[in-house]
């Protein structure tokens, strides 16, 4: 130990000790960003509600507390099912607006779900020049097979 070195103050912290106080600062944040979001600013546009705070890359909607990000969407999914986004799920919107938080409009989908559902809504464009009749096609159909 080094001279004026205090234990407990100056020296490093365990592993196990550090990620429980990151996960003890990160509970409080999701308390707070859940706080905010219901008491927050609030658009009506039509039936879907709108978060009125700072967005984020694709209009998704952000919260910002303790230096931890929340999407204001799939916070919203989490305290209307009480539970928590199953690891590999989106939160999909039935309405395709991304900054809406209204319960009623959002789902649990995995990719598959979500592109069918952008498919199904016209959203996603089919190109014009398929396989070899597109413009920068380097192999006929022959050569694939």
């Known amino acids: 130990m080094n001279r004026g070195q205090r234990v407990g103050i100056d020296t490093p912290k365990p592993a196990w000790s550090q990620a429980n106080s990151y996960s003890v600062r990160f509970f409080a944040a999701r308390k707070d960003a859940i706080s905010r979001m219901n008491t927050g600013p609030v658009i009506y546009h039509g039936?879907?509600?709108?978060?009125?705070?700072?967005?984020?890359?694709?209009?998704?909607?952000?919260?910002?507390?303790?230096?931890?990000?929340?999407?204001?969407?799939?916070?919203?999914?989490?305290?209307?099912?009480?539970?928590?986004?199953?690891?590999?799920?989106?939160?999909?919107?039935?309405?395709?607006?991304?900054?809406?938080?209204?319960?009623?409009?959002?789902?649990l989908g995995d990719h598959r779900d979500n592109a069918l559902d952008a498919v199904r809504k016209g959203r996603v464009i089919a190109p014009i020049h398929p396989g070899e009749s597109h413009p920068m096609a380097k192999l006929t159909e022959a050569q694939v097979r």
């Open 47 to 107: 039936e879907c509600m709108e978060w009125a705070g700072r967005s984020r890359r694709l209009a998704y909607r952000v919260i910002t507390v303790r230096g931890f990000r929340f999407l204001v969407h799939r916070l919203a999914w989490e305290f209307a099912n009480g539970q928590w986004i199953p690891e590999g799920l989106f939160v999909c919107h039935t309405c395709d607006n991304p900054p809406c938080f209204f319960r009623d409009h959002l789902f």
